[in-house]
């Protein structure tokens, strides 16, 4: 495995992914779009746990997919979307942030 690779992987897993979705996003970087029973079958995890990760990569933006008749085929976004995913969450820790700056005075 790369340098790179490996650094990409403790950036994730830095950033809050778990190493199920890791391993996950980055295998449909390297393979591009399938659908999940062949995710699972690649990664040994079984299938349902799959469509339980890719809900969760989809959720925080790494990942999408579209409809091949219906069979649902998933893919990477484009690795920006990981600069996009940190500014939404730095986006809700100043929200919080300022909430409990608000409040600190009152305790």
Same mark, same amino acid.
């Given at each position: 495995?790369?340098?790179? *690779?490996?650094?990409?992987?403790?950036?994730?897993?830095?950033? /809050?992914?778990? &190493?199920?979705? @890791?391993?996950?996003?980055?295998?449909?970087?390297? *393979? /591009?779009? =399938? !659908?999940?029973? @062949?995710?699972?079958?690649?990664?040994?995890?079984?299938?349902?746990?799959?469509?339980?990760?890719?809900?969760?990569?989809?959720?925080? /933006?790494?990942?999408?997919?579209?409809?091949? /008749?219906?069979?649902? !085929?998933?893919?990477?976004? &484009?690795?920006?979307?990981?600069?996009?995913?940190?500014?939404?969450?730095?986006?809700?820790?100043?929200?919080?942030?300022? =909430? @409990?700056?608000?409040? *600190?005075? &009152? *305790?």
């Amino acid at each position: 495995m790369s340098l790179n *690779i490996n650094l990409m992987k403790e950036a994730l897993k830095n950033i /809050g992914l778990n &190493d199920f979705e @890791v391993n996950i996003y980055l295998e449909l970087i390297k *393979i /591009g779009p =399938q !659908v999940a029973s @062949v995710i699972a079958n690649r990664l040994k995890i079984n299938r349902t746990s799959v469509y339980t990760i890719l809900k969760s990569l989809k959720n925080k /933006g790494f990942i999408s997919y579209y409809k091949k /008749g219906n069979i649902k !085929v998933y893919t990477s976004n &484009d690795p920006n979307c990981i600069v996009a995913y940190l500014d939404r969450r730095c986006r809700t820790y100043d929200y919080y942030k300022n =909430q @409990v700056l608000t409040v *600190i005075p &009152d *305790i």
